[in-house]
C-alpha cells in the first residue's frame, strides 16, 4: 500500500502565495508520476500540473507562469508553489502519485484565495 501525505494549504489574500508538499510512504517502487489536481465547490476536479520520471512537466493553462511543480525523487515528494494566487484558485487541492501500474490519492487540502 502507499500513502500520500499533503500539507501547506491554507487562506491567503489575492496576490499571495502558498507552497504544498504531498510525501508519499509505503510501498513505492518506480515512479511515473506525481501530480496535482483540485476541484472547486460544484466543478469537476482537473488537473493543475504533473512531473513524470522522464522529469518533464505539464501544467493547466490558467496556471502556467504562476505554479510551479518540482519533486524531490530521494524523499518520494512532490511540491506545488503557488504564486499571484487568484480567487479561483480557490479548492481543495489533491495530489496523485502513479507507481506499480496503479494511481494513488492524497486526502485532499484546502486553499482559499480571499479578494
Known amino acids: 500500500q502507499v500513502q500520500l501525505v499533503e500539507s501547506g494549504g491554507g487562506s491567503v489574500q489575492a496576490g499571495g502565495s502558498l507552497r504544498l508538499s504531498c510525501a508519499a510512504s509505503?510501498?513505492?517502487?518506480?515512479?511515473?508520476?506525481m501530480g496535482w489536481y483540485r476541484q472547486a465547490p460544484g466543478k469537476q476536479r482537473e488537473l493543475v500540473a504533473a512531473?513524470?520520471?522522464?522529469?518533464?512537466?505539464n501544467y493547466v493553462d490558467s496556471v502556467k507562469g504562476r505554479f510551479t511543480i518540482s519533486r524531490d525523487s530521494a524523499k518520494n515528494t512532490v511540491y506545488l508553489q503557488m504564486n499571484s494566487l487568484k480567487p479561483e484558485d480557490t479548492a481543495v487541492y489533491y495530489c496523485?502519485?502513479?507507481?506499480?501500474?496503479?494511481?494513488?490519492w492524497g486526502q485532499g487540502t484546502q486553499v482559499t484565495v480571499s479578494s
Open positions: 496523485n502519485m502513479g507507481t506499480g501500474g496503479r494511481i494513488y
Open positions: 509505503g510501498s513505492i517502487f518506480s515512479i511515473q508520476l
Open positions: 512531473v513524470l520520471s522522464s522529469g518533464s512537466t
